[in-house]
């Protein structure tokens, strides 16, 4: 999952920076931390079970899970409760911000701990995922808490009953595009059937467009490159299927990750053929309704999705003690028997290598293959773009999907605005950093 507007719930944020700065109770009794977590439903409710198994299979250290509406929200949060020196001990945040984090002095490297724990083994973590936890001095700042990628939900049914065969549909996302018109069904009120549906903001966009040649930006870093022919394309397409064509449906706005759950339930409850979403909604579908694909290329090009990994951090403004005690949740979490059993309740990608020697989730794999759908899909993804602007890159390119994927905007017009925003903080970027 992914998008969130940016709604700032204060109530929730001063109850969070009231509880958050924790100390042990005693001399003699466990240390005691927060970890914030911005995951809902199934999701939350598991990273709470995986909590009380840390908190019952040891004794010195308690955590006490603080959850938040969504990543973004987490991300916010803390960086108020950074300013007002009240953070909790540790955090799951996404990787975007980790380097941001990082130059703030918000969240602590690890090295010092991972070198200290001589069962740590930083080569059995994929290394994909990794890579996205290091700052800019190589120092291990985060461990990968699972991977994600979004994925192709769809019903077999809806599919059999409109005479579409499935390898057919999804050979590109133009031939996903001519099942979904034979799929789509109108009545007097409009569209009462999508033959698909998009997951609101840009990560589709952005996979999409980079099946067909798109790039962020130059070589160098320095220029912009958001309003080619390979963006405008891809972009301008998937505009006229959602409004000129209204053969792709999409939900958007609402409290938190509601305009997710509304996109699942389309299809879930028989109001859509399809959606593309996340590796983690396995856990809130149900497989024999269901079946799951690789995300297909744009025309005759290869697909390119992203595959990244959500964060498990430290934060600095927590005392020495609560560090060390973060570490050794962190550390729990992200091992191979607890990735496997996250991934198992999930969906989302596990993060050790040795988890596939674990008979339990083997056996698993066996029985349910859509849960392999996602790791297949890892291999051919590329890594995301980590903006290094502070966001400003990020924030133009989701202002344009919002205007292309809400407001009807021809995606020439939205991504030229883009562009123009994103040359502008490259400029200042390496104006400071040259």
Known sequence: MKKQKHYVFAGILMLSLFSCNERKIDSSGPVRIDFWYGLGGKLGETVESIITAFNESQSEVFVTGVQQSSYQDTERQLQAAAAANKTPAAALVRVYVLNAFARRGIIAPLDTY????????????????????????????????YGTTQVMYYRPDAFRDAGVAPDEAFKSWQSLAAAAARMTRRDKNGVAFYGWELMWGSSNMMDIAYSNGARHLSDDRRTALLNTPEWID??????????????????????????????????????????????????????NIVAARVQPGYGDHPPLPYAESLAMVAMNGADAAQKEAAFRWLNYFTSAAVTADFSMRTGYIPVRLSCMEIPKYKAYTDRNPHALVPLKQAEFSRKSFLDFTGGKIDT???????????????????????????????????????
């Open 114 to 145: 991972i070198n200290a724990d001589h069962n740590f083994n930083k080569e059995d973590f994929v290394a994909s995922f990794l890579s996205y936890c290091y700052n800019e001095r190589n120092e291990i700042i985060a461990l990968p808490a």
């Open 396 to 434: 133009a390119i989701e202002d344009a999907c919002d205007l292309v994927q809400i407001e009807n905007a021809p995606a020439a017009v939205a991504l030229e605005e883009a562009q123009k925003i994103a040359q502008a903080a490259l400029d200042e970027y390496w104006a400071e950093n040259d």
């Open 234 to 287: 891809s972009w301008e397409t998937v505009r006229r299927w959602l409004h000129d064509d209204q053969i792709f449906g999409i939900h958007y706005g609402g409290d938190g990750w509601e305009y997710w759950y509304k996109t699942i339930d389309d299809v879930m409850q028989g109001r859509a053929a399809g959606y593309v979403g996340s590796s983690g909604d396995q856990s809130d579908l149900d497989f």
